[in-house]
């Protein structure tokens, strides 16, 4: 089971990754966010747009885990499917929308990836350190299921870290360039 989980999610994110041209084309330069994004003082600056890649990661991942809490609290089966698939979704929208957004150097948008993914590379490292540490709470206690969820987890935000870091941290040229040179103009002659 655990196999074809994991074989599935591996997939599923290299198929994402592989059509991230296609799925960045639905998303124009046009777009209401990507303007605002784009005219915001902070975003063209690497460190603060990495901050704020960093922030709505955070907020995306905490409103998944309280949505999935309060679901453990009303038993509605297979919703929590939903919930993750949506959240996944979102993030990948929003990375999305970070990369078109950017206008800037190739050095800065590294720099916004590594900030941005930052979040789940701390969350990685935090579930391996509690998978390393795992001891029964009494004797005789079975710690498998929670070694599994750990474990799980790890793999689970480590995956969405290179993701988010591919995603963000690469653009895609041939996506939006008449767009691309005129938010370039419209930001020069802003200031």
Same mark, same amino acid.
């Given at each position: 089971m655990i196999i074809f989980l994991l074989t599935g999610g591996m997939i599923g994110v290299l198929f994402?990754?592989?059509?991230?041209?296609?799925?960045?084309?639905?998303?124009? %330069?046009?777009?209401?966010?990507?303007k605002r994004l784009q005219k915001l003082q902070g975003f063209q600056k690497s460190y603060l747009a990495g901050f704020m890649l960093f922030l709505v990661n955070a907020i995306l991942f905490m409103g998944c885990l309280l949505i999935l809490y309060g679901l453990t609290l009303v038993f509605i089966p297979y919703v929590h499917f939903i919930v993750m698939i949506i959240g996944i979704v979102l993030s990948i929208w929003f990375w999305m929308e970070f990369n078109i957004a950017w206008i %800037?150097?190739?050095?800065?948008?590294?720099?916004?990836?590594?900030?941005?993914?930052?979040?789940?590379?701390?969350?990685?490292?935090?579930?391996?350190?509690? +998978?390393?540490?795992?001891?029964? +709470? +009494?004797?005789?206690?079975? =710690?498998?299921?929670?070694?599994? %969820?750990?474990?799980?987890?790890?793999?689970? =935000?480590?995956?969405?870290?290179? =993701?988010?870091?591919?995603?963000? %941290?690469?653009?895609?040229?041939?996506?939006?360039?008449?767009?691309?040179?005129?938010?370039? =103009?419209?930001?020069?002659?802003?200031?």
């Open positions: 994402i990754l592989f059509f991230r041209s296609a799925i960045a084309e639905s998303i124009s %330069g046009n777009n209401v966010l990507v %800037g150097s190739k050095k800065g948008r590294i720099i916004l990836a590594s900030i941005g993914s930052s979040f789940y590379f701390g969350l990685t490292i935090l579930f391996v350190y509690m +998978y390393v540490g795992i001891e029964p +709470y +009494y004797p005789g206690e079975d =710690t498998f299921m929670r070694a599994l %969820g750990l474990a799980l987890a790890s793999i689970v =935000t480590a995956v969405a870290c290179i =993701t988010c870091f591919v995603i963000t %941290g690469f653009s895609n040229r041939n996506i939006n360039q008449g767009d691309k040179y005129s938010a370039t =103009t419209e930001a020069r002659n802003s200031q």
